[in-house]
């Protein structure tokens, strides 16, 4: 069984096809530079989240903390409004 992602095997089966040799080699190139960028987009993807993650659960902290020279809540409004945003959630 064969593991290689679908656009690799793609790529390699064109060039094994029997179509004319330019149309093989732009289509397979264009499928592994697809490919290739596409892993590229996932890995800043999971880097944004773990960075989403990260801030999130600092926030989660600002607001669950009471400071003495801010009025009554207000801290807690702005960190709470930033979860929401930060989450899609209603604050």
Not at 19 to 35: K, Q, S
Not at 50 to 61: F, G, T
Not at 74 to 83: F, V
Request: charged fraction near 25%; hydrophobic fraction near 45%; proline fraction near 2%.
């Amino acid at each position: 069984m064969n593991k290689q992602p679908k656009a690799l095997q793609l790529a390699d089966d064109l060039e094994e096809s029997a179509l004319p040799t330019f149309i093989v080699e732009d289509a397979a190139a264009e499928l592994r530079r697809l490919y290739a960028a596409n892993i590229d987009c996932i890995n800043h993807f999971n880097v944004l989240m773990d960075e989403r993650n990260e801030l999130l659960e600092s926030l989660k902290e600002i607001a669950s903390v009471k400071f003495s020279n801010w009025s009554d809540g207000e801290m807690r409004q702005i960190a709470s409004a930033a979860i929401a945003k930060a989450t899609g959630e209603q604050a």
